[in-house]
């Protein structure tokens, strides 16, 4: 017999939920047979949700929950996905709209675009069209209200404490029209000093330093272990495995130290939208 493979549970969304399945079947004692019994799949169907390549429907999420007790966790999942489909978040970002609701400290590394809980309206639309230009109207118009209403967190008596690194490529280049680049950038600082949170700056002379694959996002819970998210071009990966987690974080801590400080960063967003506003920026 083959040796046992384990679906890798930080891979992404489908793995992290297949994994928790086998483990729930496992800790009930019930084989794929045993599960399957009494539902309309059959146990390839269940196989291939145990090793993350298909997500589950609605009807097997609830047989789940009910033959292994899981009270609804299967279901919510489900829920969850479907909300996140219909506010306009994508699918593999719902789990990280939700989380971030919960979050006590949110660290963000954005080497490509500014930071979604920062972006104005016009930076998101431009975002959107940009990525996905064959999107109809409507649905530009709901992805990117349910980027904007994310911000309303900041609104909270206790908002998470943030923290963002930035390169500063994205402050200089004109991605928006001039006075549209100059609101984006004075919309960071009014967002960072309000929230007493903290943004720095990493110099485009800055070549070689941690991170340097691509976006991080880490978050950390009151009552949870801490979550790494990474994203790709229409996907992302929730990692949740301590040992990469602790390496992600170690990573971000070393990229602070490669960046310039607070006061330094915020100063420069301050010239730079200046800049903006009186044609001075850098193409």
């Not at 949870?224 to 801590?253: F, M, N, W």
Request: net charge negative.
């Amino acid at each position: 017999m083959p040796p046992r493979k384990d679906t890798d549970a930080s891979a992404n969304v489908p793995s992290f939920y297949g994994a928790e399945l086998r483990f729930k079947r496992e800790l009930a004692g019930l084989t794929l047979e045993q599960l399957a019994e009494g539902s309309y799949r059959g146990v390839p169907f269940l196989s291939q949700i145990e090793h993350g390549e298909r997500r589950m429907p609605l009807d097997l999420a609830r047989h789940v929950d009910k033959a292994l007790g899981t009270d609804g966790f299967f279901e919510r999942r489900c829920e969850d996905a479907r909300k996140a489909k219909q506010s306009g978040h994508a699918e593999y970002f719902a789990d990280v709209a939700e989380l971030e609701q919960h979050a006590e400290n949110i660290e963000d590394w954005a080497p490509m675009l500014l930071p979604g809980l920062l972006q104005t309206e016009a930076y998101a639309r431009k975002i959107v069209r940009t990525g996905s230009p064959w999107l109809r109207p409507a649905t530009v118009d709901k992805q990117v209200s349910a980027r904007i209403n994310r911000a309303k967190l900041w609104e909270r008596e206790e908002p998470p404490a943030f923290w963002a690194i930035v390169r500063e490529s994205l402050i200089r280049s004109p991605l928006l029209p001039p006075e549209e680049m100059a609101d984006q950038l004075e919309h960071i600082g009014q967002v960072i000093r309000s929230t007493q949170g903290v943004l720095q700056i990493l110099p485009e002379t800055t070549i070689a330093h941690p991170l340097m694959m691509g976006m991080i996002r880490v978050m950390t819970f009151p009552d949870a272990p801490p979550l790494v998210y990474t994203e790709g071009l229409h996907s992302g990966q929730l990692i949740d495995y301590p040992s990469l987690v602790k390496d992600y974080r170690r990573s971000y801590d070393l990229l602070r130290a490669a960046a310039l400080s607070p006061d330094a960063s915020l100063a420069m967003i301050d010239q730079a939208a200046e800049d903006h506003r009186n044609g001075k920026h850098r193409a």
